[in-house]
């Protein structure tokens, strides 16, 4: 059962990190050549996002609650027992952005609903760059930490 549950997780993380990514090289301000990669990513309606990555981190999160128990007292132990202390600290900065992430939500979808106001684009900007950083940091935390136990076992 936790290990499907690590895997749905998973799915649901790489998700919302693609919908996250997309929407924040949307709303850079690079200017670029109209035809290269990168500026297509403008052409996408970056607001239609916002609901959808709201409710995955939600739901992603609820699965990473589901699975800190496990975390707690099988991974955190072996991982103080090789000493590991640095991956026990990313792993706790990982839960305070993923609090962190928990409150900016409200804030989030709200500057993303429509129509949207051409003033608040700078905070709509800020506010996805910055769920960009803190889901980014949770994904890569994650999946190394994921490896260690898996190489430690």
């Given at each position: 059962?936790i290990v499907?549950?690590?895997?749905?997780?998973g799915?649901l993380?790489?998700?919302?990190?693609?919908?996250?990514t997309?929407?924040?090289?949307?709303?850079?301000?690079?200017r670029s050549?109209?035809r290269?990669?990168f500026?297509?990513?403008?052409t996408v309606?970056?607001?239609?996002?916002?609901?959808p990555?709201?409710?995955?981190?939600?739901?992603?999160a609820?699965?990473?609650g589901?699975?800190?128990?496990k975390?707690r007292?099988?991974?955190?132990p072996?991982l103080?027992?090789?000493?590991?202390r640095?991956?026990?600290?990313?792993f706790e900065?990982?839960?305070?952005?993923?609090?962190?992430?928990?409150?900016?939500?409200?804030?989030?979808?709200?500057?993303w609903?429509?129509?949207?106001?051409?003033e608040?684009?700078?905070?709509?900007?800020?506010l996805?760059?910055?769920?960009?950083f803190?889901?980014?940091?949770?994904f890569?935390?994650g999946h190394v930490l994921?490896?260690?136990?898996?190489?430690?076992?």
């Amino acid at each position: 059962m936790i290990v499907a549950l690590l895997i749905v997780h998973g799915l649901l993380a790489v998700a919302l990190l693609g919908a996250l990514t997309h929407q924040a090289f949307a709303v850079a301000s690079v200017r670029s050549d109209k035809r290269s990669f990168f500026a297509r990513f403008r052409t996408v309606n970056a607001a239609a996002y916002a609901t959808p990555i709201v409710l995955l981190f939600l739901i992603t999160a609820l699965g990473g609650g589901l699975l800190y128990p496990k975390y707690r007292v099988d991974v955190r132990p072996a991982l103080e027992d090789l000493q590991l202390r640095a991956a026990n600290g990313i792993f706790e900065i990982k839960e305070h952005l993923v609090a962190v992430g928990l409150g900016l939500l409200p804030g989030y979808w709200f500057y993303w609903q429509t129509p949207l106001a051409p003033e608040q684009s700078k905070t709509r900007r800020y506010l996805t760059w910055l769920l960009a950083f803190l889901v980014w940091w949770a994904f890569l935390t994650g999946h190394v930490l994921n490896n260690i136990r898996g190489l430690a076992s």
